[in-house]
């Protein structure tokens, strides 16, 4: 028990109209009467330090790779780490690298044939290579950390660049988190991180950028079984690009980049001869410049789109996108993707939520109302957190989506201090407001952090007739066990189940079915 779900299991014992006199016998009874063997204190802290431990180190890691990665591209080569490691200890622990190497290698099968590292994967090689030298992995991490710190050298300007890079790519993160499972403010946050950097960063180069997604060709399957569909753009390119589709016979080079997985740079299209030029309002001769195609890849190295930017639109000479922001709009292209994905299983999340209140309703007729909340982190320090309001139903099973941001914070909600009680201790809350009762339940991530909330309002009524609260238990129950999958779907080491954004819609699709699917499973395992 943390402290919140320790005050919340003693407010539920006590009840809501208990004396306070009451209240201090019950925690003098507790105080006297709670023992705790020496083995158990012992055990305790251990799981305390131990807990502490894995948090240190994970800070720690993440700040070397950041160390290492100084153009913020996302990831790190697998064989540059791979070769400075071989140095360690002169090369004594060469055969204890090579098993680490193949145990990563299996965990993350990917990696053999991007070789690229991702902050997890790099932290999970670090503790493999650890486990291998000696008993005492702490240690065998502060010497790594040491020695691969001492390893890379970086000047102040490259320290600041990268941080404010860094900077520029939480903000897309933060753009998906909060942004109640839609796509725009995650485009808008892309396209200011690289026009940001191409002012501070890139001799204040005018660029154009564009985001194409795969789709399945169904408009004219005779030219490609895929298109890319230019879903979003700079503003002063949106007349050209935006809903665009293009299709494999058409001249450019994304689709090379698509099916290499690999970026293309080209450094002066008017010498190139197969480049698509969507502004035909250009002339001829103004068409000069640099293109750079960035594939978009899933967590498993896989291509669902590209990335693309241009500098035709700027006149002077040198346009040509050097190493470190070729790099840097690499890392742009990692963090769209996590941002993307974050927003596909909110939305897979959503419709299963659809689907269980559907469900729901014609079984238990007294449930008033159930107000569906997604948990966001606060955007200033003064907010730890809020909840968005997505979904309102009524008790005839009607739906309100909430398009429009309706953000309820901890001290501008005084009467609803229930629904922040129940993401505190991500525990069940009930409790009255002007006399209609309401159960507060939480819809857990794989850590068991509440990351949605259902407010069921059961009206004057302290308690559902048993036979509908039997059946509110059992949605709950299996929208938890679709919300879990959903969430595993998407995790780094498991197959991805889709890439093209057709395969995408399928997906909110099977997102409903899942929780029938659930339902029947648990059905089975009854009869």
Not at 367 to 382: A, F, N, R, S, W
């Amino acid at each position: 028990l943390n402290l919140p779900r320790f005050v919340q299991l003693m407010e539920t014992f006590v009840g809501e109209d208990i004396s306070l006199p009451t209240v201090k016998r019950l925690i003098a009874f507790i105080k006297e009467e709670y023992k705790q063997t020496e083995e158990e204190k012992m055990e305790q802290l251990e799981k305390v330090h131990h807990i502490s431990r894995l948090a240190q180190r994970k800070l720690l890691l993440e700040a070397l790779f950041e160390k290492w990665d100084d153009n913020a591209s996302g990831f790190l080569d697998l064989e540059e780490v791979d070769a400075v490691l071989s140095t360690f200890k002169e090369g004594m622990e060469k055969e204890a690298l090579r098993k680490a190497k193949k145990h990563l290698c299996s965990r993350y099968p990917q990696l053999s044939r991007v070789g690229k590292l991702s902050p997890k994967a790099f932290q999970t090689f670090l503790e493999l290579v650890a486990s291998e030298f000696t008993a005492n992995v702490d240690e065998a991490i502060d010497n790594l950390v040491e020695f691969l710190t001492t390893s890379v050298e970086r000047s102040r300007m490259k320290c600041l660049q990268s941080l404010t890079r860094r900077k520029w790519l939480h903000n897309i993160q933060q753009a998906a988190e909060t942004s109640g499972a839609s796509m725009e403010p995650v485009y808008k946050a892309v396209f200011k991180a690289l026009s940001q950097d191409a002012e501070a960063h890139g001799d204040n180069k005018k660029i154009s950028a564009y985001i194409a997604l795969l789709e399945e060709n169904q408009l004219s399957p005779e030219r490609g079984q895929i298109l890319l569909h230019y879903v979003a753009c700079t503003t002063d390119d949106a007349p050209y690009v935006l809903n665009q589709i293009l299709y494999k016979d058409m001249k450019g080079v994304s689709f090379a980049a698509v099916e290499e997985g690999k970026l293309v740079h080209i450094p002066r299209v008017q010498l190139h001869g197969n480049i698509h030029f969507w502004n035909y309002d250009r002339p001829v001769e103004e068409r000069r410049g640099s293109l750079l195609v960035l594939p978009l890849h899933d967590a498993r190295w896989r291509v669902f789109g590209i990335l693309g930017l241009d500098t035709l639109r700027d006149q002077c000479e040198k346009t040509i996108f050097l190493t470190h922001e070729i790099s840097f709009y690499q890392g742009v292209s990692q963090a769209f993707s996590k941002a993307y994905h974050h927003v596909c299983r909110l939305e897979n999340i959503l419709q299963m939520t659809v689907t269980a209140l559907d469900w729901l309703y014609p079984r238990a007729p007294s449930v008033h109302t159930v107000i569906t909340y997604l948990v966001e982190p606060g955007k200033d320090k003064t907010c730890d957190y809020a909840l968005r309001k997505v979904i309102t139903t009524d008790n005839t099973g009607q739906k309100e989506i909430h398009s429009s941001p309706v953000l309820l914070l901890r001290k501008e909600n005084l009467l609803r201090v229930y629904l922040f009680k129940c993401t505190d201790s991500s525990g069940v809350i009930r409790t009255s407001v002007c006399g209609e009762y309401h159960i507060a339940v939480p819809l857990r991530d794989l850590s068991g952090q509440a990351l949605g909330i259902f407010d069921i309002s059961i009206g004057h009524r302290q308690k559902l007739p048993p036979h509908e609260h039997k059946d509110l238990q059992k949605m709950l129950k299996m929208a938890q066990a679709a919300c879990s999958e959903i969430l595993k779907m998407s995790l780094e080491e498991t197959e991805p189940t889709y890439v093209l954004e057709a395969e995408h819609v399928a997906n909110l699709r099977h997102a409903g079915i899942l929780f029938h699917q659930f339902m029947l499973q648990d059905l089975r395992e009854c009869v």
